[in-house]
């Protein structure tokens, strides 16, 4: 098969990484490095549809194959396909899914080894020897699969079996590195394979959903080397997309370094460690519980703890960043208790218990709920986020929360009660996803179950006592899928 219409393309300007060409549209290039690049016109005249649909065409049609070129194809999405021919990705849309027919092309600008990253000692040594759950850290086209391609080979020069797992198979590596994808739309049922190869080291690019993370952990806890691939805007990022997906206590056994990648260099490194001990911030010794602390790794000085505090999970900065290489103790006057109150203010406003909330500041807070959420804690014109900042004192922002909410089954809810809590139990099946409680086939609410397909519920909650109150006059309550 022939390149030539894409060849083309990506000559325009030099170090082009993408093209973009959408019917109706003048025809674009994003060229450049990393962190530092111009999206500009390719040609002056706009693409019709036709003109896009015979380079489709062309594309799709095996029989233009040559042996010279790798070619890959994914199907499986409706109205879109994924293409990996020689180093060039390929995404196509087609309408209803897209708005208009679009073909997107993507291509590495460059190759680097690790030795072109100018790493500390420190950090190479860890790489080399200590360092078997890395993650690799970044935002799209930082530079993330370049330093994962890089050290795939560093990997494979110090005389160890390394592999990839990749959807689509686009990693820039030698041919000593074999490259797995999904087995049937599955990687774990690639995972499972990639056990009976005994690899030293597995490279996984990218982890994107549920499944993705859940395969990661069930390798990792196996014994594998694994080179996770994630997008984060900043370093902890990459643990927060790990929580509600794992159990807490067991993330520094799944990761114990994270190199964050920024402009296409290692801007940021981390480790992890679990100990027991009282959270910094809590007065009372007593309140001592297991906390995962995070710390800089070439500084050695701790930048956040992650425990359980109540029912909720926290991730809490100890230590505030001001300027690369340079970081000062956080000194904040919010305590825990205050923290607790707003956690079950939000839950009653946001109608959810699905509610992260980060201390930022001296008196300042960022609060992360789902988005179907947000609208009612804004309120009409903000009055409701107004209203709460007064009556707790604080400046709040408010951040969309990542949503690994699934489809899940409908059925009754079968409802326990404690002394303190209404306990709603659905199912297995529903573990660690969001749920829709109906009363009398009328939605009432969306809540989160846990780890074992419950919710807990504080009898003190306004939620509780309504859902106590439909009990008693003998109203039906069950759980579907959330009706958003």
């Not at 208009?100 to 030795?115: D, I, W």
């Not at 079950?344 to 992260?356: E, F, G, N, P, Y």
């Not at 900042?389 to 400046?395: A, D, I, N, T, W």
Request: proline share 4%.
């Amino acid at each position: 098969m022939r390149l030539t219409f894409l060849e083309n393309f990506f000559s325009v300007y030099p170090n082009t990484m993408s093209i973009h060409l959408r019917a109706g549209c003048f025809p674009l290039a994003k060229h450049g490095t990393p962190g530092s690049y111009e999206l500009s016109i390719i040609s002056e005249d706009k693409l019709l549809v036709s003109e896009i649909e015979v380079f489709v065409d062309f594309l799709l049609d095996d029989e233009n194959i040559e042996d010279e070129y790798e070619w890959y194809l994914d199907d499986s999405l409706k109205d879109a396909y994924i293409l990996q021919i020689d180093n060039y990705r390929i995404v196509v849309t087609f309408p209803p899914f897209s708005d208009a027919l679009e073909l997107t092309a993507v291509r590495p600008t460059l190759k680097r080894s690790l030795s072109d990253y100018n790493l500390q000692e420190a950090l190479t040594k860890r790489l080399s020897s200590r360092a078997e759950g890395i993650l690799i850290a970044g935002s799209p086209g930082a530079g993330k699969s370049t330093f994962a391609a890089g050290l795939a080979e560093f990997y494979a020069e110090k005389k160890k079996i390394v592999k990839t797992l990749e959807h689509p198979r686009d990693l820039q590596v030698s041919d000593i590195i074999t490259q797995y994808t999904k087995i049937e739309s599955s990687m774990k049922e690639t995972a499972e394979l990639l056990l009976l190869l005994r690899p030293d080291y597995v490279i996984y690019d990218e982890l994107r959903n549920t499944d993705d993370f859940k395969t990661y952990s069930d390798m990792r806890l196996a014994g594998i080397g694994l080179v996770g691939v994630v997008h984060a805007t900043k370093g902890i990022d990459a643990i927060q997309r790990f929580i509600g997906r794992v159990d807490v206590g067991i993330i520094p056994s799944l990761i114990d370094t994270i190199v964050f990648i920024k402009d296409g260099e290692v801007d940021q490194s981390l480790s992890l460690k679990m100990s027991v001990k009282t959270p910094t911030g809590f007065a009372d010794s007593d309140l001592a519980r297991p906390v995962v602390e995070v710390f800089d790794f070439l500084l050695g000085i701790p930048l956040y703890e992650i425990y359980s505090f109540g029912e909720q999970i926290v991730v809490i900065p100890v230590t505030e960043e001001t300027g690369r290489g340079t970081r000062r103790t956080k000194k904040t006057t919010i305590s825990h208790k205050k923290i607790d109150r707003l956690y079950k203010d939000v839950m009653v406003l946001a109608s959810t218990d699905r509610i992260d909330i980060q201390i930022t500041g001296k008196r300042q807070v960022a609060i992360y709920i789902p988005n179907r959420s947000i609208p009612y804690l804004i309120g009409t014109s903000g009055k409701t986020i107004r209203s709460l900042e007064q009556s707790h004192g604080l400046k709040i922002k408010v951040h969309p929360l990542d949503d690994t909410s699934e489809n899940t089954e409908s059925g009754y809810l079968e409802i326990d009660e404690t002394k303190k809590h209404l306990i709603l139990k659905t199912s297995s099946s529903t573990r660690n996803t969001s749920i829709q409680v109906n009363i009398d086939g009328e939605p009432f609410i969306i809540l989160t179950t846990n780890s074992d397909g419950e919710i807990k519920l504080n009898k003190t909650t306004r939620i509780a006592t309504e859902l106590k109150q439909a009990i008693n006059n003998n109203k039906m309550v069950s759980f579907s899928s959330p009706d958003i």
